[in-house]
């Protein structure tokens, strides 16, 4: 891939003044900021709530000129009222044409790349990377979806595909399906997952069907702020570069708001897109948390990805952070406690006046678990989080339940196929 040039210096202080003179959210937003600085520091990060609120499909006070031509996603359907986010034509193309640029190192002229992104109401990542496949301009797209595995798999068997593209869980579930012939005859040299982030235990098992897959991230993304990052070749789990030419990437301190310079410090991510017009993404918080690899002022700077800024579940005055509880799985795993474990799930409830959290674990056989398994977990978590025992000492909340599934039992969205990791079923 050549290389990148960065934006002309001029880029961020027109697309500053552009904004503030045409949509009146950001022009309200920006009330106490100097009209003249083209110091992002200057201007605040912006409040999902607030942005989403006046971003309406009626009476919009976001856009910078009237939707006459374009495209509109649907997004953020897993909770609440959806949202959408819209693109002019040129810029939908140019984001794709920029991510398909940095896809291009990762395949190889002849690849079949099944596309398992779900195509349903939540259709943007289905629709994205297919145009990613297209505009890196090598090998076969497949453009498959994945609402029907077995479909899947006999489309895979049909064209030999060697590349699979789509959220985690999907692929997982797909392997599942494999027969012992499938695993002798079939190929997999690629995976490209987005979505959800793709953890060691699951490549693991797909190197243990197919050694030589590699597992990569397809992009960094999001349909409501655009391009993030891209990932190499040879990158490191989670790390990624950042796109010089259209972006620019901040990660903030989470107290103070300071944006963050050194390495190896975590705090959580925000980008300005510096060329989109129509619905503007100025310090937008993207909801991951990262950390800077490379020094400041390194081209297209590496960052590494350290999962959702909220990423865990509110029991009685208690977190339970998933990373945490991924962990103690993972120790109760090696020490074989956990025979055929797949994954994991909360479900938050409430009864008798308290909150109650189930763990659900996808098992190859559920009914291996038992009573003393179930309770031997619930003791490594309840010593991963003390704060919990000392709850349950206090009747604050109900004690862990753990439920054994199989992998089909763990609740995904029904629009984008990912797994919904933690499901709080409090509010009707």
């Given at each position: ?8 210096p001029?880029l961020?202080?027109?697309?500053l003044?552009?904004?503030r003179?045409r949509s009146p959210?950001y022009?309200d937003?920006?009330a106490q900021?100097?009209p003249a600085?083209?110091s992002l520091?200057?201007y605040?990060?912006l ?5 989403w ?9 976001v856009?910078?000129a009237?939707?006459?031509s ?5 997004s953020?359907g897993?909770?609440g ?8 034509n040129?810029e ?10 940095r896809?291009?190192?990762l395949?190889r ?8 992104f779900y195509?349903?109401k939540?259709?943007?990542?289905f629709?994205f ?11 076969v797209?497949?453009?498959i979806?994945?609402d029907?595995?077995?479909e899947a798999l ?10 699979l593209?789509?959220?985690?869980t999907?692929?997982m ?5 494999l027969t ?6 079939l ?9 959800e982030?793709m953890?060691?235990d699951?490549i693991?098992?797909?190197?243990a ?10 992009s960094?993304a ?5 391009e ?10 989670g790390v990624h570069?950042?796109?010089?030419e259209?972006?620019?990437?901040e ?21 300005t ?9 100025v ?7 990262g950390?800077?690899?490379d ?7 590496r ?14 005055p ?7 509880i ?17 994954d994991?799930q909360?479900?938050i ?6 909150d ?12 291996s678990?038992?009573?003393l398994?179930?309770?031997q ?10 704060m ?19 992998l ?5 969205n029904a629009?984008s196929?990912?797994?919904l ?5 409090r509010?009707?």
């Amino acid at each position: 891939m050549p290389p990148i040039s960065p934006p002309p210096p001029s880029l961020l202080p027109e697309l500053l003044a552009f904004v503030r003179a045409r949509s009146p959210f950001y022009r309200d937003y920006w009330a106490q900021v100097p009209p003249a600085s083209a110091s992002l520091s200057d201007y605040p990060v912006l409040d999902s709530r607030r942005f989403w609120a006046a971003n309406t499909v009626q009476g919009n006070q976001v856009l910078t000129a009237p939707l006459d031509s374009g495209i509109t996603f649907k997004s953020g359907g897993t909770t609440g009222q959806p949202k959408y986010s819209v693109f002019t034509n040129a810029e939908w193309q140019a984001f794709t044409e920029r991510s398909g640029a940095r896809l291009r190192v990762l395949l190889r002229a002849g690849d079949r790349v099944g596309n398992l992104f779900y195509a349903g109401k939540l259709y943007a990542s289905f629709l994205f990377s297919q145009r990613v496949i297209e505009a890196a301009g090598l090998g076969v797209g497949y453009p498959i979806a994945g609402d029907d595995l077995h479909e899947a798999l006999a489309i895979w068997r049909q064209f030999d595909l060697n590349v699979l593209a789509g959220v985690p869980t999907t692929l997982m579930k797909l392997l599942e399906l494999l027969t012992p012939e499938d695993r002798e005859r079939l190929s997999l040299r690629l995976i490209l997952f987005a979505g959800e982030p793709m953890f060691a235990d699951q490549i693991a098992r797909v190197q243990a069907l197919f050694p030589d897959c590699v597992v990569r991230s397809i992009s960094v993304a999001g349909v409501d702020y655009g391009e993030l990052g891209w990932t190499e070749p040879d990158a490191e789990p989670g790390v990624h570069r950042s796109y010089d030419e259209s972006t620019v990437l901040e990660i903030i301190d989470e107290g103070s708001g300071a944006p963050i310079d050194a390495t190896g410090v975590p705090g959580r991510l925000v980008v300005t897109n510096l060329l989109r017009r129509l619905m503007p993404i100025v310090r937008y918080p993207v909801g991951d948390r990262g950390e800077w690899v490379d020094p400041p002022g390194t081209p297209e700077r590496r960052f590494r990805l350290l999962g959702r800024t909220e990423e865990g579940a509110r029991v009685g005055p208690m977190t339970l952070y998933v990373d945490d509880i991924r962990q103690a799985l993972t120790t109760l795993q090696a020490q074989g406690v956990l025979q055929g474990f797949k994954d994991f799930q909360l479900l938050i409830s409430h009864h008798g006046e308290r909150d109650e959290c189930c763990l659900r674990l996808a098992l190859a056989e559920p009914a291996s678990l038992g009573e003393l398994g179930a309770a031997q977990i619930a003791r490594a978590l309840y010593a991963a989080r003390p704060m919990f025992s000392d709850l349950l000492e206090q009747g604050v909340v109900h004690p862990l339940r753990v439920q054994a599934v199989t992998l089909d039992g763990l609740q995904t969205n029904a629009r984008s196929g990912k797994l919904l990791r933690v499901l709080d079923q409090r509010h009707g």
